[in-house]
């Protein structure tokens, strides 16, 4: 099994990726600073998101964006109340 022996090949080709059969010693550290990467360019993006993020319709039901949105920690917005829209017929489109 495994389709055979690993053939002979030049030793003075160069890739980006490490050539062939690849398998460098430290691949878990180099794996755990680009998932730190992300995490921490993931983070800068969602906090300049929740930042900037304004709303100008309050949701009719509770939403994820209201635990960090400053319209609602602010009290300048809430859930809006939909005792008057229930005897007007709704669209879907």
């Not at 030793?11 to 180099?30: A, D, F, L, M, Q």
């Not at 995490?39 to 998101?49: E, H, L, Q, T």
């Given at each position: 099994m495994?389709?055979?022996a690993q053939?002979?090949?030049?030793?003075?080709?160069w890739?980006p990726?490490?050539?062939?059969w690849t398998n460098?010693h430290n691949?878990r550290s180099?794996?755990?600073?680009?998932?730190?990467?992300?995490?921490?360019?993931?983070?800068?993006?969602?906090k300049?998101?929740?930042?900037?993020?304004?709303?100008?319709?309050?949701?009719t039901r509770?939403?994820?964006?209201?635990?960090?949105a400053k319209?609602?920690?602010?009290?300048?917005?809430?859930?809006?109340?939909?005792?008057?829209?229930?005897g007007?017929?709704?669209?879907?489109h």
């Amino acid at each position: 099994m495994g389709g055979g022996a690993q053939y002979p090949y030049p030793k003075e080709v160069w890739t980006p990726s490490g050539g062939w059969w690849t398998n460098p010693h430290n691949w878990r550290s180099n794996t755990a600073y680009a998932l730190l990467g992300v995490a921490v360019v993931g983070y800068g993006i969602f906090k300049y998101s929740a930042e900037h993020e304004e709303r100008h319709n309050a949701p009719t039901r509770w939403i994820p964006s209201m635990m960090w949105a400053k319209q609602f920690k602010s009290g300048e917005m809430g859930i809006k109340d939909e005792s008057d829209l229930r005897g007007q017929p709704t669209s879907h489109h």
